[in-house]
């Protein structure tokens, strides 16, 4: 989570990202880590709705389909069609 002191996206070291669906039917889909990428989960979000998800040992990239603002460490990232 968003630490207050130090302004960073994290928990145990692990970065975390925010996704804020900006229309029904935003799509994130979280990827497996290793020799082959599969898709480990998949979360449809309607308007409105906030996805708080994490970077993990097992989760290595995240695919978001639809209009929605990401929220990382990095900064913010509108996604679009």
């Known amino acids: 989570m968003m630490d207050q002191n130090s302004n960073e996206f994290s928990k145990n070291g692990e970065e975390c990202?925010?996704?804020?669906?900006?229309?029904?039917?935003?799509?994130?889909?979280?990827?497996?880590?290793?020799?082959?990428?599969?898709?480990?989960?998949?979360?449809?979000?309607?308007?409105?709705?906030?996805w708080i998800a994490q970077f993990t040992?097992?989760?290595s990239a995240m695919k978001i389909r639809g209009v929605a603002t990401v929220l990382t460490k990095y900064g913010k990232v509108d996604s679009g069609k």
């Open 17 to 50: 990202v925010v996704v804020k669906a900006l229309e029904d039917g935003v799509t994130v889909i979280g990827v497996t880590r290793g020799t082959e990428n599969k898709i480990l989960h998949t979360e449809n979000l309607k308007k409105g709705e906030i």
């Open 57 to 59: 040992e097992h989760i």
